[in-house]
């Protein structure tokens, strides 16, 4: 596996590992008072790992 897919998938998963601490802390995945904080964080690295795997789909072909 390249580097790029690599900093993808972790990027990914450290969204989703972010959200699901969320959920354990507070109870729930999204929370409109606490949007600046994880929800944000999550959001970002998420669309951080799919924007690396988009491009990186985009400039295979």
Do not use: C, Y
């Amino acid at each position: 596996m390249k580097p790029t897919t690599v900093i993808a998938f972790f990027a990914i998963s450290v969204g989703i590992i972010i959200l699901i601490h969320h959920l354990v802390t507070i109870g729930r995945i999204f929370d409109v008072n606490d949007i600046l904080h994880h929800e944000f964080f999550a959001g970002i690295t998420i669309a951080f790992g799919l924007g690396i795997l988009a491009f990186r789909m985009k400039g295979s072909r």
